[in-house]
T-cell receptor, first 109, second 112 residues
Framework: GQNIDQPTEMTATEGAIVQINCTYQ??????LFWYQQHAGEAPTFLSY????GLEEKGRFSSFLSRSKGYSYLLLKELQMKDSASYLC??????????FGKGTRLHILP | EPEVTQTPSHQVTQMGQEVILRCVPI?????FYWYRQILGQKVEFLVS????????KSEIFDDQFSVERPDGSNFTLKIRSTKLEDSAMYFC??????????FGSGTRLTVV
C-alpha cells in the first residue's frame, strides 16, 4: 500500500527555523518531493530528493533517508509569506507521485 | 520560465453535463498528468499520460473520465456526466524525468 504521513498543522515565529517531517511507505520509490501550496493556488515545486542526504536551496533544505522512509523540509529565517501548506509527495514510479495531506504552517509575527 | 497553462480558470456546470478541461503542458516534457483537489483535502492522482497513451490511472478515473492529446500541444480531461462530488480544483502537470512536476494554475470546477 501507499501511505504518507506528515503533521496536520505547525506554528512558528517569523525569523525562526521550522522542520516539517514526513514518513512514507510506498511500493517502489523514485524520489521524494516537497511542494508549497498557498490557499486556492496550485502546488509549486520546492525540492526533489532521490538519494540519501541533505539538499539545500536557499532558505529551504530537504533531507531524505530511504532506509527509514523519512524526509524533512527545513525552512530557515521564516517570513510571513512562508505561511502555506507544505506537501510531501513520493514517486513510487516514474509515472505518478502520491501526495500526503499536507502540513499547514502558520507564521506568527 | 515555461509554464503549464490551464483553461478555464473556473467552470460552473449542471449535474449530468459534460465538461472539458484544457491544458497546454510544457512542450519538451514527456509525462502529463491530471490531479484533483477537493476543497480542504489532499491532492489526488487521477491519470498519467505518456507517449500518447494512458500510463496509469487511479480508481477515481472511472469510465466517466477520459483524456486526450488531440493536436500534440493541448491535453484535455473530459468528464462525461458530472456529479456533485466532481466539484474540485483540477490541476494539470507535466515533467521531464528526474525532476519536479510543474503544475498549472488549476481549473475550479463547480457542479450544481
Amino acid at each position: 500500500g501507499q501511505n504518507i504521513d506528515q503533521p496536520t498543522e505547525m506554528t512558528a515565529t517569523e525569523g525562526a527555523i521550522v522542520q516539517i517531517n514526513c514518513t512514507y511507505q510506498t511500493s517502489g520509490f523514485n524520489g521524494l518531493f516537497w511542494y508549497q501550496q498557498h490557499a486556492g493556488e496550485a502546488p509549486t515545486f520546492l525540492s526533489y530528493n532521490v538519494l540519501d542526504g541533505l539538499e539545500e536551496k536557499g532558505r529551504f533544505s530537504s533531507f531524505l533517508s530511504r532506509s527509514k522512509g523519512y524526509s524533512y523540509l527545513l525552512l530557515k529565517e521564516l517570513q510571513m509569506k512562508d505561511s502555506a501548506s507544505y506537501l510531501c509527495a513520493v514517486g513510487p514510479r516514474d509515472d505518478k507521485i502520491i501526495f500526503g495531506k499536507g502540513t499547514r504552517l502558520h507564521i506568527l509575527p | 520560465e515555461p509554464e503549464v497553462t490551464q483553461t478555464p480558470s473556473h467552470q460552473v456546470t449542471q449535474m449530468g453535463q459534460e465538461v472539458i478541461l484544457r491544458c497546454v503542458p510544457i512542450s519538451n516534457h514527456l509525462y502529463f498528468y491530471w490531479y484533483r483537489q477537493i476543497l480542504g483535502q489532499k491532492v489526488e492522482f487521477l491519470v498519467s499520460f505518456y507517449n500518447n497513451e494512458i500510463s496509469e490511472k487511479s480508481e477515481i478515473f472511472d469510465d466517466q473520465f477520459s483524456v486526450e492529446r488531440p493536436d500534440g500541444s493541448n491535453f484535455t480531461l473530459k468528464i462525461r456526466s458530472t456529479k456533485l462530488e466532481d466539484s474540485a480544483m483540477y490541476f494539470c502537470a507535466s515533467f521531464p524525468l528526474g525532476a519536479g512536476y510543474t503544475f498549472g494554475s488549476g481549473t475550479r470546477l463547480t457542479v450544481v
